[in-house]
């Protein structure tokens, strides 16, 4: 019964839907929308880790800003430990935003130059509990150990730490109302590769150690191979594919995820030798125009009519398997 309560899903998000407005042909011209996130289902069980991966533009941040009510969603709903979020305001929001906390892609700009890295932390604490300053000292304090930062650094500004020891105070910011799930929006991608791995095993660590549920966005396959228990696959606003991490990158059934997955380096020569790199042509398409049929087929290489008349459904191909193509069989992507 405990092992069903661990699996058990924290995290279901329902047809999600985020859209921007946006003037078209001007002051005067027609008023238009883009959609980000378009109709978007996923789920994140409790102490795992589901990475969200897709090109600049795939929609896969902002989902994450709608979860975390950061940005508006228009449709859909978002539940956490069986509440959905979208429809609270007041204390209600309040109480939710201790359970969903997000770290942040750029350590230079996410921390307030003016702060002291301990006030910088403690900050979640004073804005949404009730914590007094004494257990406050307690918890900072606590979180300044488990990150790797030195108590005699709790007094320092920002500017007087490197990038990797930035994104451990926005970490320890993170854990500070121990929240039940994190969101790590590229937290590596601005850091050098050394510090990179550093601050990726220092965040599989916290996981063990705190039984944290991470939804981790980035567009880098390589890093969420270490990472990621599942991945969905996002493209121009919707999920083309999602599996476990296994299922994934040995039988990818997309063939954007085919296309992704050829351009990973990898040191097993003979995984190596085996990859066929898969090129894509062009450009995505005007997201606020976009075109009949599946938002990929313009730059599939084997993309055919029923591709450019129909938009394919998100369909399980069997073991939760998810994939969004009219050219599939149950065993592999066309490309391969």
Known sequence: MGNDKINAPILTVENLGVRFSVKRGG????????????????????????????????????????????????????????????????????????????????????????????????EPLDSLTDTTLSEQREIVDKLFSAVGLRPEQRRLFPHQFSGGQRQRIGIARALATQPELIICDEPVSALDVAVQAQILNLLRDLQTEFGLTYLFISHDLGVVQHMSDAIAVMYMGKIVEHADRLSLFNNPLHPYTAALLSAVPSVDSKRRAETKRILIPGDPPDPVNLPKGCRFANRCPVAQDICRQSEPELIDRGEGHRVACHLIDNTKTPLL
């Open 27 to 122: 002051t005067f011209g027609k008023r238009a929308f883009l959609y980000a996130v378009d109709d978007v289902s996923f789920s994140v069980n409790k102490g795992e880790t589901l990475a969200i991966v897709g090109e600049s533009g795939s929609g896969k941040t902002t989902a994450a800003l709608a979860v975390a009510r950061l940005v508006e969603a228009y449709t859909g709903h978002v539940n956490l430990d069986g509440h959905d979020i979208l429809n609270m305001d007041g204390e209600d929001l309040r109480q939710a935003r201790t359970k969903v906390q997000f770290i942040f892609q750029d350590p230079y700009s996410s921390l307030n130059p003016r702060q002291r890295a301990e006030d910088i932390v403690r």
